[in-house]
């Protein structure tokens, strides 16, 4: 069984910053890569950034300068640093890994970003 949990989400003032962290535990084989994805109200669910097994990363330009994406693997953890944080980053987060090959992926429960006066 494979749990992905997030956490590190919370209300904060705009220009703020956040970090979401992201474990992944269980029976993985194989490499995988990590995403972060956000869904805010009434939106789809969007790719904010990626980080593949080698350590390669990519942005969504909405978030492009103010997010780092990070990752341990000896901790099987992501890390979303979130700076400059603007309301329209309002969401929640999801954490998603799957595998290089395609023959997995798996989701996280999400952690809400409240960015707020």
């Known amino acids: 069984q494979v749990q992905v949990v997030e956490s590190g989400g919370g209300l904060v003032h705009p220009g703020g910053s956040l970090r979401l962290s992201c474990v992944v535990s269980?029976?993985?084989?194989?490499?995988?890569?990590m995403d972060w994805y956000r869904q805010a109200p009434g939106n789809q669910r969007e790719l904010a950034a990626t980080?593949?097994?080698?350590?390669?990363?990519n942005y969504a330009d909405s978030v492009k300068g103010r997010f780092t994406i990070s990752r341990d693997n000896a901790r099987r953890t992501v890390y979303l640093q979130m700076n400059s944080l603007k309301p329209e980053d309002t969401a929640v987060y999801y954490c998603?890994?799957?595998?290089?090959?395609?023959?997995?992926?798996?989701w996280g429960q999400g952690t809400q970003v409240t960015v707020s006066s």
């Open positions: 998603h890994v799957r595998g290089t090959l395609g023959l997995f992926n798996y």
């Open positions: 269980g029976n993985i084989v194989g490499s995988y890569d």
């Open positions: 980080i593949a097994s080698g350590g390669i990363t």
